[in-house]
């Protein structure tokens, strides 16, 4: 799978994932509905089925997420497995 969310998207995701509690929460719970909330409202690949692998049990703190931001940005413009490079 490619990656399917262009810069502004991962910068936005990261914002979000390092500020907001309650889209912390929809990240984990439902992704789909997460990814739906950046910029152009991208959607989980339709090749995709979400499992554990998309859905990480637990993300790296605001602080931790903020921190790297840079670094992390860099790492999802190529990386395929997204969310598990948010995890602790």
């Known amino acids: 799978m490619a990656n399917e969310l262009n810069s502004a998207q991962i910068d936005a995701l990261l914002d979000l994932l390092s500020s907001d509690d309650d889209y912390r929460a929809l990240f984990v719970r439902d992704l789909g509905k997460a990814l739906e909330r950046l910029p152009g409202k991208p959607a989980i690949p ?25 670094s992390l940005s860099q790492r999802m413009s190529r990386e395929t497995h997204i969310p598990k490079i948010l995890e602790p």
């Open 46 to 70: 339709a090749n995709v089925t979400p499992g554990s692998c998309l859905r990480p049990m637990q993300l790296a703190s605001k602080e931790a997420i903020a921190k790297a931001k840079a």
